[in-house]
């Protein structure tokens, strides 16, 4: 009696244990959890250029109808037409456009009843974690890709207009469309803009369709979001020099004219090795002091010149594109 209350008592822990969900079990319900709120807030962003229709995709932030989309998907535009996923179509202003990071703002016309999405911090993101994004790829409103963080501080450079943007990688795939779509946190915040189209990465040619995705961090996006809110534009820190990366630093390569670069006395050749108190070694930590610094700031830059350290006081200018 007693081997068959054991043994009674092995098969019912070993049917209570076969009835736990698995580790990957609970991922993906929590994913699909994270989906199905976060979807409502989706939207495919549509145009007219060049006699052809474009369709990108956007997120709605606020109940009062903003959405954060691509600015490739509304360039010139006025007005375009926004679908929401129910199929509910929304006339929408264009509220503003940045062509450096490559973000515009919308503000939809009549709605009412919106979801929305809330900002998260990509800086606090750790790298491999589950990254989510939901878009209009190729458009198919409402793709999901489930992938990784993978990577930080990824320069790249816009096809359209050579600006250089700072970056996230995400590791899933990403294809025609989905610039401006959301990319999710494991709790459904936002910590990043998928970017449009790009020339480059670190000096790597970018595929139009690929297994790699970039996106401007949330952080970023943010602020030029609230820039085109309250102004119309974004302002970004302005230094007017071309750079690139030695093993020592980064080297000054090209000065503009009556830059704040040229005023402080900077010089073809210099070496930038601190920016503020932050050290710089690398083109993705100068890309990043630059885009996290303000208009007007007022910061120490640190070069090597001839052998020589040399701490140059400049102001930073403005720039809006």
């Avoid at 179509?89 to 940045?98: I, N, S």
């Avoid at 939901?134 to 600006?163: A, M, P, Q, W």
Wanted: contains cysteine; hydrophobic residues 45%.
């Amino acid at each position: 009696m007693r081997w068959l209350a054991l043994f009674s008592v092995c098969i019912g822990a070993s049917w209570a244990t076969a009835q736990q969900p698995s580790i990957l079990q609970r991922a993906e319900q929590e994913v699909s959890r994270v989906v199905a709120r976060a979807l409502p807030a989706v939207v495919t962003v549509e145009s007219r250029m060049a006699g052809r229709t474009v369709r990108s995709s956007g997120f709605i932030i606020d109940a009062a109808g903003f959405v954060v989309c691509s600015a490739d998907g509304v360039r010139a535009q006025s007005q375009v037409v926004v679908y929401l996923t129910d199929g509910e179509q929304l006339q929408a202003q264009v509220a503003g456009a940045d062509n450096i990071t490559g973000i515009a703002l919308l503000r939809l016309e009549g709605a009412s009843g919106l979801t929305t999405l809330r900002w998260g911090d990509s800086e606090r993101t750790p790298l491999g974690a589950t990254a989510i994004l939901i878009g209009n790829r190729s458009g198919l409103e409402g793709s999901v890709t489930v992938g990784t963080l993978g990577g930080k501080e990824r320069v790249g450079v816009r096809r359209d207009n050579g600006r250089v943007v700072l970056l996230l990688q995400f590791n899933g795939t990403v294809g025609a469309g989905e610039p401006g779509a959301p990319l999710l946190d494991s709790q459904g915040r936002v910590i990043g803009v998928m970017a449009g189209e790009l020339a480059s990465i670190e000096g790597v040619s970018v595929a139009p369709v690929s297994v790699v995705g970039f996106a401007i961090p949330a952080e970023i996006a943010q602020r030029v979001v609230n820039d085109l809110r309250t102004k119309g534009r974004a302002e970004h820190a302005w230094l007017g020099i071309d750079y690139q990366g030695l093993p020592t630093g980064v080297v000054v390569r090209r000065i503009t004219p009556n830059s704040p670069a040229q005023q402080a006395g900077l010089a073809l050749g210099d070496i930038i090795v601190q920016f503020g108190d932050k050290p710089i070694r690398t083109v993705a930590e100068l890309t990043r002091e630059l885009y996290f610094a303000m208009p007007n700031q007022r910061v120490a830059i640190t070069v090597l010149r001839e052998g020589q350290r040399i701490t140059l006081p400049v102001t930073l200018g403005k720039q809006s594109l």
